[in-house]
């Protein structure tokens, strides 16, 4: 059959839940790609509101199957305490759950080097949720990672954990003047997550393929958005891992000749949590606005969102590398009291206009021209049909899909299910 891709086109937090919810309900198998528990995808369903961070949010559907791909890092704790609080609200997981063994583990140490690197940094920390992924994801680089492979093999477990804590008490104890990790506590910890997760680990590359060989439909999901990419994003700003199309193929391991539609996800404005360069932010009181019209603050970590106008070369920058096909715009009810919108069109240096947005991230020094359009003034929350959405939201919406150069094909005008608009 055929795979679609759910991709964040700006600096995350952009609704992709909601819409990976909404495109789910004819789906198969529903596949995280990358990332780990520091995302925080929010769904609300009849009033009642899911918040996810490492099972897919497509988990909802009965009948879908939910795979974690072998490019997300899996934290045993996080995962297990999700699980638990599906099952205290009646949702089946085990049976629907299926884990890469090629996926790699979030270790204690890892949250502990992480906080410590980040509380330490000063002025030049990146604004990480200290949950100890990029950590991780450095480990995997550096080949002395551990899978959730491994866990199923008490003496390969013990030999490679073993070597792992030689290297990595060595760098506490010494780097950062931290107390050594036990052996004993955490070996037992791993072995008893490695049974208690055995029935759903399969090799999740064999498994999606087969799958689209026999007419299924997967649904790739990414965390974080494209300019939190690790190669294209604001470096060093960024996530660890490639949010972006080609990390969708290599952290799910499917045959890219599957992959048929691209969905990049955009706000009407723009959100960003953390550090990190934000042409289009909104300061002081107009920046507060945006934010608590938006509710904007970080399901995983609950921070406040730094909040601006849609910025449109970001969303070129994410078409491009991405390869979108349509987009998905969502919380555009958030605009409803504004008198005027802008749009940010164009980035300037010295006053020279760039061609495209910076591919080494670097925004230092930008100057954002922005175009001006009338608001309407209006709740849009009840509405249904894009053609009962009042004209000036409909112009706005056109004018972001010139601009953009991709149709938009979904227009989210609330947080429900049913706040969910489809263009033609």
Known sequence: MSAALVVGTQWGDEGKAKVIDYLSAQIDCIVRYQGGAN????????GETYIFHLIPSGILYPNATCVIGNGVVLDPGAFSDEMEA????????????????????????????????????????????KRGIGICYGDKTMRIGLRVGDLSHA???RDRLGHILEIKNHELVNLYKLPEVSFNELYDSLLKFGETIRPMVKNTSFYLNEKLASGKTVLLEGAQGTGLDIDFGTYPYVTSSNTTTGGAIAGSGIDFRYLKTVTGISKAYVSRVGEGPFPTELFGADGDKLRELGH??????????????????????????????????????????????????????????????????????????????PGWKSEIGHVLKYA????????????????????????????????????A
């Open 86 to 129: 599906l099952k205290k609200r009646n949702i089946d997981v085990m049976g629907r759950m299926v884990i890469s063994d090629a996926c790699h583990i979030v270790l204690p140490l890892h949250r502990i080097i992480d906080a410590h690197r980040e509380n330490s940094a000063g002025s030049k920390k990146i604004g990480t949720t």
């Open 296 to 373: 904007e603050y970080g399901a995983t970590t609950g921070r406040p969102r730094r909040c601006g106008w849609f910025d449109v070369e970001l969303v070129r920058h994410a078409a491009r590398v991405n390869g979108l096909t349509e987009i998905a715009l969502t919380k555009i009810d958030v605009l409803s009291p504004y008198d005027t919108l802008k749009i940010g069109v164009g980035y300037k240096r010295d006053g020279v206009k760039l061609p495209a947005f910076p591919s080494d991230g670097d925004l230092d020094g930008i100057t954002v021209e922005y175009e001006e359009m």
């Open 388 to 423: 009962d959405l009042p004209k000036a939201c409909c112009n706005y919406i056109k004018r972001l899909e010139e601009l953009c150069g991709v149709p938009i094909k979904i227009v989210s005008v609330g947080p429900g299910r049913e706040h969910t608009i489809a263009l």
């Open 39 to 46: 995302a925080g995808h929010t769904v609300v369903v009849d």
């Open 155 to 157: 003496n390969k477990l």
